[in-house]
């Protein structure tokens, strides 16, 4: 199966930066769409950011300005540059992508573990 695994979350202070990474593996042909997402505690989850696999990409305009979404096709793999962080950014951050294997014979969309980003004031 296709798993997907993030990293780079953690702790941060008002207006500092932090880089979310969010790989895939499996037995992998190509993969379309990727994505990232996030939930506050109370709230449902929010899209962030996408990108396509031409590399046009779409924010929230929350994060217009402030925020980064990347990939590296050979590494199966989607960034997210967070810059100028803000406490109201706080929540779990969650990527997507949407992946045609040898698994299945369509493309299924899966999600990572998510991954704690803080921001402090």
């Known amino acids: 199966q296709v798993q997907l695994v993030e990293s780079g979350g953690g702790l941060v202070q008002a207006g500092g930066s932090l880089r979310l990474s969010c790989a895939a593996s499996?037995?992998?042909?190509?993969?379309?769409?990727m994505g990232w997402y996030r939930q506050a505690p109370g709230k449902q989850r929010e899209l962030v950011a996408t990108?396509?696999?031409?590399?046009?990409?779409n924010y929230a305009d929350s994060v217009k300005g402030r925020f980064t979404i990347s990939r590296d096709n050979a590494k199966n793999t989607v960034y997210l540059q967070m810059n100028s962080l803000k406490p109201e950014d706080t929540a779990v951050y969650y990527c997507?992508?949407?992946?045609?294997?040898?698994?299945?014979?369509?493309?299924?969309?899966?999600w990572g573990q998510g991954t704690q980003v803080t921001v402090s004031s």
């Open positions: 499996g037995r992998i042909i190509s993969i379309n769409d």
């Open positions: 990108i396509t696999s031409g590399g046009s990409t």
């Open positions: 997507n992508q949407n992946v045609r294997s040898k698994y299945f014979s369509a493309p299924v969309t899966y």
